[in-house]
C-alpha cells in the first residue's frame, strides 16, 4: 500500500512467471535426476507432470508444457486472490 492506495498485482505478469518458475524448476528437477538422482524429490515432481519414464526426452517435453500450462494457472490465480484481498489493507 502507497499513500493509502493498494497495489495491485499484474495477473499476466505474474501468470507467465508462475509459468517461466515451474518450467525452470521441472528442468532443474530433469537434470538432477538424469545425471545425479539424490532421492525421490527431484522424482516425485517430474511425476507431477507426466508419466513418461525419468531420464527420456518425453518426459522433458511432456513435463515441460504441464508445469508451464501449471505455473501459468497458478500464478493467475495468485494474482487474482492478491488483487481481492487487497480490500482487507483498508
Known amino acids: 500500500m502507497t499513500n493509502g492506495i493498494a497495489h ?3 495477473v499476466l505478469r505474474l501468470a507467465i512467471t508462475g509459468a517461466l518458475a515451474a518450467a525452470i524448476f521441472y528442468v532443474l528437477c530433469w537434470l538432477g535426476a538424469l545425471i545425479l538422482p539424490i532421492g525421490p524429490a527431484s522424482h516425485m515432481y517430474l511425476q507431477l507432470f507426466t508419466s513418461a519414464d525419468i531420464s ?3 518426459a522433458l517435453i511432456q513435463g ?4 508451464l500450462a ?3 494457472i497458478a500464478g ?3 494474482a487474482i486472490l492478491y488483487n481481492a484481498l487487497a480490500r482487507l489493507e483498508r
Open 8 to 10: 495491485n498485482v499484474g
Open 56 to 58: 527420456s526426452a518425453a
Open 64 to 67: 515441460l508444457i504441464w508445469a
Open 76 to 78: 493467475a490465480l495468485i
Open 70 to 72: 501449471f505455473g501459468l
